[in-house]
């Protein structure tokens, strides 16, 4: 297994790249998410990788972050999910709008994905819900955002109410998440209090 390489961006192309490592070139298949955030032709750089084996191909599948490695791996796990199809759901979503459709059990938005149809986005979250927990979500979208996440169980169930609310309004479960998210939830805020900051985030 090949954890990750270090080389020279060599060549881009519609869905793949070639490092240049040692005058040996990699050709390694990517997300339109991964080629959206390369470095310019000839740059160094680092990517994640994972090699795909069957008995009729050979493939490297290459990510900036391991959270999307990760991903990658999960949806790999999904009864009729090939790498085809993982990396187009990555070339729609990041990792962590992916963790948000699972929890929230959003159809809709993984059906958006080349390829996977509602039956599919279905499968995904069934097969997957049991393995991206809410805690989880919660906290890289609190490093990522710099919110401190917090494991109270009064503000946890306030922020519950509040998403509940929010899909009632008529946003996705996706936005409604994002939404109660952009909150600086304290201990004693009600629903309430989230659900009005929430929609000022929406709006």
Do not use: C, W
Request: hydrophobic share 45%; net charge negative; no cysteine.
């Amino acid at each position: 297994m090949i954890a990750y390489i270090k080389g020279t961006l060599d060549e881009i192309g519609n869905d793949y790249i070639v490092l240049d490592v040692n005058n040996i070139g990699y050709l390694i298949k990517v997300s339109l998410r991964v080629i959206e955030g390369l470095p310019a032709v000839g740059s160094q750089m680092k990517i994640h990788t994972y090699m795909y084996v069957r008995e009729d191909i050979i493939a490297l599948y290459g990510f900036l972050t391991k959270d999307d490695l990760q991903m990658f791996l999960l949806l790999l796990g999904v009864n009729g999910v090939g790498p085809k199809g993982a990396l187009g759901i990555l070339s729609m979503f990041s990792a962590q709008e992916l963790r948000l459709a699972i929890i929230s059990q959003d159809v809709k938005t993984i059906a958006k994905s080349p390829g996977i149809g509602a039956k599919t986005a279905q499968r995904i979250l069934i097969d997957l819900k049991d393995k991206v927990s809410v805690e989880e979500t919660f906290e890289k979208m609190g490093e990522q955002s710099n919110i401190l996440p917090t494991a109270n169980v009064k503000s946890s169930g306030a922020r519950g109410d509040a998403i509940e609310a929010l899909t009632a309004l008529g946003y996705s479960a996706s936005e409604s998440m994002k939404a109660v998210n952009s909150v600086e939830v304290t201990e004693d805020m009600s629903s309430d209090a989230i659900l009005k900051q929430a929609l000022k985030y929406l709006f």
